[in-house]
């Protein structure tokens, strides 16, 4: 059998789409191993392919975290694509490439942080789910100026965008793509009405639930994925907002997201023949 190494991490974290990933390799041939990411133990030179999945704990070490996806020979995704995404900067070149994205403003390490005079979220550029994520008033900077000030003084930069009331209506639209192909879309609820320690994770499964994709919201999703950077994807997930102008990113998830496999009765088979073709 080939032999793939599915990278995660230690911890309470529980990857759902693994079972369903794993039995699905076993159904091509291939004996796919999860390994720590950051376990000095594991020769992850003895695979002959090494897939990001579950790496959430990343977002405490980013340079640790690229140091080691650089010294990875055989890596889904690749380094370029791994070393772009994980720092939410890259909104920034989105929207110079003409792409719509929720309106933006960054306060770097240092920085003074400048408010909009409506609801608004502060969170971390680097970052997953709703960790060190919230929303405040417009009456609450003071809060919000000690929340920036928290993530600067760990050296961690700030991203500042209003809060989209669609959120709360319509949801965010997750859009799940495999080898470059559309695969399937899920409606995520609204995470930041929820008490922090319900939501000190990357998602509630009862958050999601499966939709169907609007085509201005695939066609979005599309454009983004064929910028020549993202060319090569194995997994993509573009997590999209409904704005008055139409549908935005929110984020782009391309280094460990969630892919929701047990929600599409074909996707881990998708994702696991995709796998496949790359060991060829």
């Known amino acids: 059998m080939r032999r793939v190494a599915v990278?995660?991490?230690?911890?309470?974290?529980?990857?759902?789409?693994?079972?369903?990933?794993?039995?699905?390799?076993a159904a091509e041939a291939i004996d796919a191993e999860l390994c720590v990411w950051d376990d000095d133990r594991v020769s992850w030179a003895d695979y002959e392919l090494v897939v990001i999945r579950s790496t959430w704990?990343?977002?405490k070490d980013r340079a640790g975290f690229l140091i080691w996806a650089s010294g990875v020979a055989r890596?889904?995704?690749p380094f370029s694509v791994v070393e772009y995404s994980t720092d939410k900067h890259y909104l920034v070149d989105l929207a110079a490439k003409g792409h719509r994205i929720v309106p933006t403003s960054f306060c770097d390490v240092g920085a003074t942080p400048s408010f909009p005079n409506t609801r608004f979220v502060v969170k971390p550029t680097v970052g997953a789910g709703s960790i060190d994520a919230e929303k405040y008033g417009a009456d609450e900077r003071h809060l919000a100026r000690d929340h920036v000030a928290r993530l600067h003084l760990n050296g961690r930069d700030a991203v500042i965008q209003p809060y989209i009331a669609s959120v709360d209506?319509?949801?965010?639209?997750?859009m799940v793509f495999i080898d470059g192909e559309f695969s399937h879309a899920l409606t995520k609820g609204a995470m930041l009405h929820v008490a922090d320690v319900d939501r000190n994770s990357l998602f509630r499964r009862e958050q999601m639930s499966r939709a169907v994709a609007e085509p201005e919201s695939r066609a979005l999703a599309q454009r983004v994925l064929a910028e020549p950077l993202f060319a090569n994807v194995l997994y993509a997930r573009v997590d999209l907002v409904l704005v008055d102008e139409g549908w935005a990113v929110m984020e782009l998830e391309l280094v460990e997201p969630s892919l929701f496999l047990s929600f599409d009765d074909g996707a881990a088979g998708k994702l696991a023949r995709a796998i496949r073709r790359r060991l060829k």
């Open 7 to 25: 990278a995660t991490t230690v911890g309470e974290q529980v990857d759902h789409d693994w079972p369903l990933l794993r039995e699905a390799l």
């Open 57 to 59: 704990d990343y977002t």
């Open 75 to 77: 890596l889904c995704n």
């Open 169 to 174: 209506s319509v949801g965010e639209r997750a």
